[in-house]
């Protein structure tokens, strides 16, 4: 039987950013940067550090020099930050990360309330960002929210995820997230919203960004596998949310994405003893367990 499904997969954990952006009580940057150095020490290779969003809206991110600053930086490990417009670009900028990442929605109403201006705009706005970070060096990745249902409008049609990865691609977007935000999607769905960004952008340019709200994101992994996506983003110990989808919980654990994987005989790099250290260390600060099915088993089993 032909198959797609990649012999390797690359996983940023998007833990640091958009795990830990929604939690109401402030991390410390001590707790981020150690956070990020054991992610590393696990074997991540891409990591989501912080972004440069304005701190009325996204209070926890406001210490985003700080982390940067203070995280150790291996050569082979790729740091990237969110930067909405110019003016994240320019803090950025500073901080040298290895990619920036400007957010779109394929969902009007969703743009308006995480971004406060309409996907045209946003494209406005992100257009001379992705020209500077080029110019300077910087790899660009775009992220697109919502591409299979969205908090205020509901489904989303392919043919909106395909108008947004065009607008992309126009400005010079090297890459892109299907993101499904609210984690309502299911695998046809998402299958859907990958089949659309193609038309766009190469299998290899393409990355699955599943939320687990509804319990269904290794599902969508799977079902993106089976098209040849090799990229994923995945958050350690489950964390976060996004502050303007309400109820949605958060990325699909990286924990739980690299057992499957690791079953499926999928090459990750990632060493997953490490990467529940990991999981454990960032749940223990924030006095929870951590919301990764295969975390509390390992550790149910250490303890046994
Ligand atoms: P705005 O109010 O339209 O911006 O916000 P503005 O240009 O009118 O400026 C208003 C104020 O914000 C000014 O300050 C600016 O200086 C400041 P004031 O004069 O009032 O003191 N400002 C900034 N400050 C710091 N950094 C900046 C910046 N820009 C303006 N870059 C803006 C527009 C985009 C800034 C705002 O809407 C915002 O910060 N939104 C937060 C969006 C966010 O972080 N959402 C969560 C991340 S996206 C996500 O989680 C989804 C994803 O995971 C994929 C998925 O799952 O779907 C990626
Ligand atoms: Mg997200």
């Given amino acids: 039987?032909?198959?797609n499904i990649?012999?390797?997969v690359k996983i940023i954990d998007v833990g640091p950013r958009d795990g830990l952006q929604n939690e109401k009580q402030q991390v410390p940057p001590e707790v981020k940067i150690a956070l990020v150095q054991r992610l590393q020490d696990a074997g991540l290779k891409e990591i989501e550090v912080t972004s440069y969003v304005s701190p009325k809206w996204v209070p926890q991110m406001a210490d985003n020099h700080a982390v940067m600053a203070g995280i150790t930086r291996r050569a082979d490990?790729?740091?990237s930050v969110l930067t909405p417009n110019l003016k994240g670009w320019e803090a950025a900028a500073a901080d040298k990360p290895d990619e920036i990442v400007v957010f779109g929605a394929a969902s009007e109403a969703f743009s308006q309330k995480n971004i406060n201006c309409s996907i045209a705009e946003s494209i406005e706005r992100f257009a001379p960002?992705?020209?500077?970070?080029?110019a300077a060096g910087v790899a660009v990745r775009g992220a697109m929210s919502c591409t299979v249902g969205c908090p205020y409008e509901g489904d989303i049609a392919p043919e909106r995820v395909a108008y947004l990865a065009g607008l992309m691609r126009g400005i010079g977007v090297q890459r892109v997230d299907v993101a499904d935000t609210i984690?309502?999607?299911t695998p046809l769905k998402v299958q859907r919203a990958i089949a659309a960004t193609l038309k766009h952008f190469g299998i290899d340019d393409v990355s699955g960004h599943f939320h687990d709200t509804y319990g269904q994101a290794l599902a969508n992994t799977l079902a993106a596998l089976?098209?040849?996506v090799w990229n994923y983003q995945s958050s350690i110990a489950g964390l976060g949310g996004c502050p303007y989808a309400k109820g949605a919980t958060g990325n699909v654990?990286?924990?739980d994405l690299v057992y499957m994987l690791q079953g499926m005989g999928i090459e990750t790099g990632i060493d997953l003893d490490k990467l529940v250290d990991a999981g454990q260390y960032i749940s223990d600060f924030l006095g929870r367990k951590p919301q990764s099915r295969v975390a509390v088993a390992l550790l149910n089993k250490r303890a046994g």
Avoid at 129 to 134: G, P, Q, R, W
Wanted: charged share 25%.
């Fill in 77 to 79: 490990v790729r740091y």
């Fill in 253 to 255: 654990a990286t924990e």
């Fill in 183 to 185: 984690g309502v999607g």
């Fill in 1 to 3: 039987m032909k198959s």
């Fill in 226 to 228: 089976e098209l040849g």
């Fill in 129 to 134: 960002v992705v020209e500077a970070a080029l």
């Fill in 6 to 8: 990649p012999a390797r």
